[in-house]
């Protein structure tokens, strides 16, 4: 069974605890609990790909704590500061970071990531504008003035291939690095289901007429936070015209070249990297 990246989360996420504000200050309190270490939204990792913590006295005078979840009754917690801001894009250090979590790390570091990223653009409410206040151990904020309550949103992307006479169509975006060629993406649109935003995305992004979706995989993706829904769809043919707002490439490529290029040998394309869920999708499919 394929597991994509950022999943398998070892943490117990403890919902009880976010409703139980004893329980939750007696987590706080703690001698066990532990903090997520971060510098600038980005973690810390041993040689093993585990993630480092401290103790809570380390967190800033100013923080508000939030529960990541319980391993084995151990708390574990994540900091946000007032005025702290993820930075725009991925650093070259954080790229070289995903490849080298353990199984399960990445998951809690998306959650932590995540949700920190989403407290610090939601400081106000978007009913009234009045200034919000952290709730329910950091998953959600609360409005003192008009009482709406805010919580952490996640927005769906499908990812897909099409697949045509045994091939599929990969494309490629000018921000990828040379020769790499991936699965085609977008966000879902009001009122769109997953199919119906499949079937859309590969038709305007690439011309192509898709039927028959199948879904494959999910992922969560914290940048700043998506759900990727990895899925496959029929071509109808295989004439392809581009939206080079969108894509500066797309090709067909046959399921025996995808295995070979998955593999690690030379190819017509480089493939996306293993912690990202295009890898998972193609893999896949490369398995007939």
Not at 50 to 59: S, V
Request: glycine share 8%.
């Amino acid at each position: 069974m394929l597991t994509p990246g950022f999943t398998g989360g070892l943490l117990d996420r403890a919902d009880a605890l976010r409703h139980d504000e004893a329980a939750l200050a007696a987590a706080r309190s703690d001698w066990r609990a532990r903090l997520l270490k971060l510098e600038n939204f980005e973690p810390e990792l041993d040689d093993m790909g585990m993630l480092g913590w401290t103790t809570l006295a380390d967190a800033p005078d100013d923080a508000e704590l939030v529960l990541l979840g319980l391993d084995n009754g151990r708390p574990h917690f994540a900091a946000y500061t007032p005025g702290m801001r993820a930075p725009k894009g991925r650093s070259a250090r954080l790229f070289g970071l995903l490849d080298r979590f353990a199984p399960g790390e990445a998951a809690t570091y998306a959650a932590a990531r995540s949700v920190l990223d989403w407290h610090s653009r939601h400081q106000f409410c978007a009913n009234c504008g009045h200034q919000t206040a952290m709730f329910r151990a950091g998953w959600g904020r609360n409005c003192p003035n008009c009482h709406a309550e805010h919580f952490p949103r996640v927005d769906p992307v499908v990812i897909m291939i099409a697949e045509h006479d045994g091939r599929a169509l990969l494309g490629r975006q000018p921000a990828f690095p040379p020769g790499r060629y991936s699965a085609l993406a977008g966000f879902l649109e009001p009122g769109e289901s997953i199919e119906e935003a499949v079937v859309r995305e590969i038709a305007e992004e690439a011309g192509v007429r898709v039927h028959d979706v199948r879904y494959v995989a999910s992922q969560p993706w914290p940048f700043p936070s998506s759900l990727m829904v990895a899925c496959i769809g029929m071509a109808k043919d295989d004439t392809i015209t581009l939206d080079t707002h969108e894509l500066e490439d797309a090709i067909w490529v046959p399921r025996d070249v995808v295995r070979a290029v998955l593999a690690g040998e030379p190819g017509p394309f480089l493939p996306p990297p293993p912690y990202a869920i295009a890898h998972t999708l193609l893999t896949a499919w490369a398995a007939g």
